[in-house]
């Protein structure tokens, strides 16, 4: 069993260099964000307040969550609200989410069942604190960056023009500043190493990360 932890900011290319990772090691990928999103869809739709940090920390214990570990076959889904892997990429959730991220209970909760899902299997796992709160101990520890303009263009594509550049800037810089009060994601961690993205494709990313997996005796096909 391994864990390779992935952080970074939003856009840097986190999600696409785990699941290609993933589908080269033959593992399994944790989305995390995807997470925190998913508790940002349940309060949306049961009409939890935004700003109430009680009940957004308490909808987030009591929920009941299945998220997919399968690189080819994501999904998300909710006790009473069923499959929700489209609702929690739509923008307006985005707005949402910090709301999530930033409370300390949540935090503490999504934690430690991400936790328990790392210690069934080998799995590439990516979001903002995982390889110094999640998975400090991982054989490979990655902070993946990239220039902001780089980051706001790949959450654009990503979006498909959904936003304008002002929610692309919320989206992208003003949900990094907000997280940043509880997690650093920015400067790498003793024993983590660093891989700016902003010139490299999607696989040369994935060869440098496989590479350092090679390094830590994980088997690389």
């Known amino acids: ?9 939003s856009g840097s290319g986190k999600s696409t260099a785990a699941k290609l990772t993933a589908r080269t090691l033959g593992c399994g990928y944790l989305d995390t964000g995807a997470m925190y999103r998913a508790v940002a869809v349940g309060c949306m739709k049961t009409g939890v307040d935004h700003n109430d940090v009680a009940a957004i920390a308490a909808y987030c214990r009591d929920m009941a969550l299945d998220i997919s570990t399968d690189p080819d076959d994501q999904y998300v889904r ?3 609200l069923g499959d ?4 929690i990429r739509d923008p ?3 707005a949402w989410v910090s709301a999530v991220s930033t409370n300390p209970d949540c935090r503490t909760d999504l934690v430690a069942r991400q936790q328990a899902i790392l210690a069934t299997g080998s799995f590439v796992a990516e979001g903002r604190d995982i390889t110094t709160v999640v998975a400090p101990q991982a ?4 902070l993946l960056t990239a220039d902001p303009a780089a980051r706001m263009a790949r959450r654009g594509a990503e ?3 959904r936003v304008d550049a002002a929610g692309l800037r919320d989206q992208v810089l003003r949900r990094d500043q907000d997280d940043s009060t509880l997690v650093n994601f920015t400067v790498a961690a003793d024993g983590v190493a660093t891989i700016d993205s902003t010139f490299l494709t999607p696989d040369q990313v994935v060869a440098q990360i496989l590479l350092l997996a090679a390094r830590a005796g994980i088997s690389v096909p």
Request: no cysteine.
């Open 78 to 80: 909710l006790a009473g």
């Open 159 to 161: 979006l498909g023009g």
């Open 139 to 142: 054989a490979v520890r990655v």
């Open 1 to 9: 069993m391994f864990t390779i932890a992935i952080d970074g900011p």
């Open 92 to 94: 307006e959730v985005s």
């Open 84 to 87: 929700v892997t489209q609702a």
